[in-house]
């Protein structure tokens, strides 16, 4: 398999090694084209997991996958870089009523942040990761992000934010396979993650759940949780468990299906609706990057709203999307992918404003 337009193959590259299947073969695909590689494994949470990532027996598994392939391996710790950049920001933006999107922010900041500054300072021209995207590459050396091949494991939502710099610097070998042709590589080369189960996606969010781990580093602030004309129908222990669109754990009986429709932080108070409540014609957005060319304002996209959810057609004007038919209302904070409906290809992102 080869790399469709990718840079040449005496390009040093450094492979992020997770220690699971899909980087294991990157790595092995990219020693099959003949790429001068690197492996490390980022030390990222050092806190309490059962994630199944971030673990001592991840970097043993991405290490012992990188002595079959005879490429040397190391370890960066970037804990207190992951604790200032997304740990602390996911507490603050819960407490605040918004709801961050953690694995995003972690490839902006450190992935595609530190990482890529590390590999400059180490003199390798590429990095590549075991992404289930596409980076398709033109003629004239332009690259353009595209979803994976495999429907079911595409990640190019939490690759969305990264812009043409990134983009041209990065290699993504297994987003021309499915996720089973990755686990029939591994198997052929006898790498020891070939059956190895996939990680949850929040490597710090144990199985306490989310409400667990932001009480443990927030003080509570109780308050009221009111019905749509704002009447109140109960109360609840902590404003920073919630978020908009959520259904279960809401705490108050209401006797028929309810939301979350909004979160007040400042007042502390939880508003509750009906389906119907949640339906919003448009979406304020902050934080709107492209990756290539800016796309003109109107033109029909296609927006994705969370990293496994639906796409669904709106317009870009301005800092604001235009469902083509109402949507339920997207919590603020959260990435918004948008795509080019023609091609698929990643246009770009923004975060949802309050």
């Not at 990293?307 to 083509?324: I, K, M, N, V, Y």
Request: with cysteine; net charge negative.
């Amino acid at each position: 398999m080869t790399v469709a337009g990718s840079p040449v193959a005496e390009s040093p590259v450094m492979v992020m090694m997770s220690g699971g299947v899909d980087s294991s073969v990157a790595a092995a695909l990219l020693v099959e084209q003949g790429y001068p590689v690197t492996g490390v494994t980022l030390k990222l949470w050092g806190g309490e997991s059962d994630s199944g990532c971030c673990s001592v027996s991840d970097v043993e598994d991405a290490r012992r996958v990188a002595a079959q392939l005879g490429i040397d391996h190391y370890v960066f710790n970037f804990s207190d870089d992951f604790d200032t950049r997304v740990v602390a920001p996911y507490v603050e933006a819960y407490a605040n009523g918004r709801t961050p999107n953690p694995c995003v922010e972690c490839n902006r900041t450190v992935k595609f942040g530190r990482v890529l500054g590390r590999a400059d300072q180490l003199g390798f021209e590429l990095v590549a990761t075991g992404h289930h995207a596409r980076i398709v590459r033109d003629a004239h050396g332009g690259c353009a992000l595209h979803r994976g091949a495999d429907p079911h494991k595409d990640q190019s939502y939490v690759l969305a934010m990264l812009g043409p710099t990134e983009l041209e610097r990065t290699l993504l070998p297994v987003g021309e396979l499915t996720k089973a042709e990755v686990r029939e590589h591994a198997a052929r080369l006898g790498l020891r993650t070939a059956a190895k189960p996939e990680s949850m996606d929040v490597c710090f969010i144990t199985k306490g759940g989310r409400r667990a781990f932001l009480d443990a580093r927030t003080p509570a602030r109780p308050g009221p949780v009111v019905d749509a004309e704002g009447a109140v129908v109960g109360s609840h222990a902590g404003v920073a468990g919630f978020t908009v669109g959520q259904r279960r754990g809401v705490g108050v009986a209401t006797g028929e299906r309810t939301y979350v429709v909004d979160v007040d932080a400042p007042t502390a108070t939880v508003t509750l609706g009906r389906r119907a409540d949640l339906l919003r014609p448009t979406v304020a957005l902050e934080q709107l990057t492209f990756t290539g060319a800016p796309v003109a304002d109107g033109a029909p996209l296609l927006a994705q709203v969370r990293a496994h959810g639906e796409a669904s057609p709106t317009a870009l004007r301005g800092f604001e999307l235009h469902w083509a038919a109402p949507q339920p209302r997207v919590a603020p904070g959260q990435l918004i992918a948008l795509y080019d409906p023609a091609d698929g290809r990643v246009v770009g992102s923004a975060v949802v404003a309050a």
